[in-house]
């Protein structure tokens, strides 16, 4: 059984910045693409960022130049830096992660005040 356990939401004011982690424990053997998607009240979840095994990076164009996601292959952890936030990066934000199937984290909240 593999679970996803997110952290470092929170409150922040716009322009300010936060960092969220994820990280998988169980069994787990190698992990694919790590990723971040969001959630925002009476919206649909979108992906935010998507990182594969080898590094390749993926972003929505909403958060380019603010957002940067990293893992760390070694501790099963998957990290998105945002900076320059703003009110409408207000949402629950899921970490993802494909071990064979694909596992979602519990989720975490992320809330920007203008």
């Known amino acids: 059984q593999v679970q996803l356990v997110e952290s470092g939401g929170g409150l922040v004011q716009a322009g300010g910045s936060l960092r969220l982690s994820c990280v998988a424990s169980?069994?787990?053997?190698?992990?694919?693409?790590m990723g971040w998607y969001r959630q925002a009240p009476g919206k649909q979840r979108e992906l935010v960022a998507v990182?594969?095994?080898?590094?390749?990076?993926n972003y929505a164009d909403s958060v380019k130049g603010r957002f940067a996601i990293s893992r760390d292959n070694v501790k099963n952890t998957v990290y998105l830096q945002m900076n320059s936030l703003k009110p409408e990066d207000t949402a629950v934000y899921y970490c993802?992660?494909?071990?064979?199937?694909?596992?979602w984290g519990q989720g975490t909240q992320v809330t920007v005040s203008s």
């Open positions: 990182i594969t095994s080898g590094g390749i990076t």
């Open positions: 993802k992660m494909k071990i064979g199937y694909d596992y």
């Open positions: 169980g069994s787990i053997f190698r992990v694919n693409v």
